[in-house]
T-cell receptor, first 112, second 115 residues
Framework: NAGVTQTPKFRILKIGQSMTLQCTQDMNHNYMYWYRQDPGMGLKLIYYSVGAGITDKGEVPNGYNVSRSTTEDFPLRLELAAPSQTSVYFC???????????FGSGTRLTVV | AQSVTQLGSHVSVSEGALVLLRCNYS??????LFWYVQYPNQGLQLLLK??????LVKGINGFEAEFKKSETSFHLTKPSAHMSDAAEYFCAVRINSGGYQKVTFGTGTKLQVIP
């Protein structure tokens, strides 16, 4: 099983550029999440979704957007990239709130 | 508000020694608790979880954790450290608050295993 697949693994953006981080899962999980991880800061929730067509903001949503048109896919859009968005981004999914998350391998983004 | 505190951002143990990673949480409702492990340049992997029932929870790779409500703790232990245990460990707490599932992660503890 592939689990949660994130692409790309690495990306360098210039300030003001935009990009989409892709996330897909093949476990038929309803819940999906986007986190960013900064050194010494743990993980911060950007957006989450409880099913296709339903998304909501997490702790740090500014500068990002998401969509969830299918159960499998949960892309994260960065508009007008800023240096503060330099981070490692993780997508995760879970079948319910009782279960732990399955994480992707991450996307390391640098904004210069 | 809920929070998670991991005591010690770095912990060093000798190979074969006891591993103890500390996690304390604050929550006004019964929590679900999780431990994750992250190896370099990888995503987080679930080690174990507590939802309800038995307070001593066993996970993968020989790790276990005990939920102590009176101490609001969920410390992670392993009797004998192995070199392959060197990684970063994250405690997380999840509560159901009016239908919104909020998860808070600790800031992580890096475990070094000394040969």
């Amino acid at each position: 099983n592939a689990g949660v697949t994130q692409t790309p693994k690495f990306r360098i953006l210039k300030i003001g550029q935009s990009m989409t981080l892709q996330c897909t899962q093949d476990m038929n999980h309803n819940y999906m999440y986007w986190y960013r991880q900064d050194p010494g800061m743990g993980l911060k929730l950007i957006y989450y979704s409880v099913g296709a067509g339903i998304t909501d903001k997490g702790e740090v949503p500014n500068g990002y957007n998401v969509s969830r048109s299918t159960t499998e896919d949960f892309p994260l859009r960065l508009e007008l990239a800023a240096p503060s968005q330099t981070s490692v981004y993780f997508c995760a999914s879970s079948p319910s709130y009782r279960e732990g998350y399955t994480f992707g391998s991450g996307t390391r983004l640098t904004v210069v | 508000a809920q929070s998670v505190t991991q005591l010690g951002s770095h912990v060093s143990v000798s190979e074969g020694a006891l591993v103890l990673l500390r996690c304390n949480y604050s929550s006004s409702v019964p929590p679900y608790l999780f431990w994750y492990v992250q190896y370099p340049n990888q995503g987080l992997q679930l080690l174990l979880k507590y939802t309800t029932g038995a307070t001593l929870v066993k996970g993968i790779n020989g790790f276990e954790a005990e939920f102590k409500k009176s101490e609001t703790s969920f410390h992670l232990t392993k009797p004998s450290a192995h070199m392959s245990d060197a990684a970063e460990y994250f405690c997380a707490v999840r509560i159901n608050s009016g239908g919104y599932q909020k998860v808070t992660f600790g800031t992580g503890t890096k475990l070094q295993v000394i040969p």
